[in-house]
């Protein structure tokens, strides 16, 4: 059973940056699968904000956050990054890491449904 943990969320004034790390456990190598990072504010839809592909040449943004945020992964280490930079309030959330196996090596998708595997989530909080 393919394990996620997440880390290092925290509270951040505005303009300012943090690292995300999601530790990858269990099942197959972590580069059979596809990974992506997803937000949740209170009262709202959890969305989709990065991914990376099996390869890892493949990556993906939100309109919200391209410019601002970089998704990264060190396979010999079994761990994905989000790098968030030019934090805003509106970036206030719970992030999550998700995994799905797939056999295409260049899938990056960011719709939460398409997902099977999902850590516990930490909270990311901006504010002055």
């Known amino acids: 059973q393919l394990q996620l943990v997440e880390s290092g969320g925290g509270l951040v004034q505005p303009g300012g940056s943090l690292r995300l790390s999601c530790a990858v456990s269990g099942g197959l190598a972590m580069d059979y699968y596809a990974i992506g990072w997803f937000r949740q504010a209170p009262g709202k839809e959890r969305e989709g904000v990065s991914c990376i592909s099996r390869s890892g040449s493949n990556t993906g943004y939100a309109d919200s956050v391209k410019g601002r945020f970089t998704i990264s992964r060190d396979i010999s280490k079994g761990t994905v990054y989000l790098q968030m930079n030019s934090l805003k309030p509106e970036d206030t959330a719970v992030h999550y890491c998700?995994?799905?196996?797939?056999?295409?090596?260049?899938?990056?998708?960011?719709?939460?449904?398409?997902?099977?595997?999902w850590g516990q989530g930490t909270q990311v909080t901006v504010s002055s």
């Open positions: 998700a995994a799905v196996y797939t056999s295409l090596r260049q899938r990056c998708i960011m719709t939460p449904g398409s997902y099977e595997y």
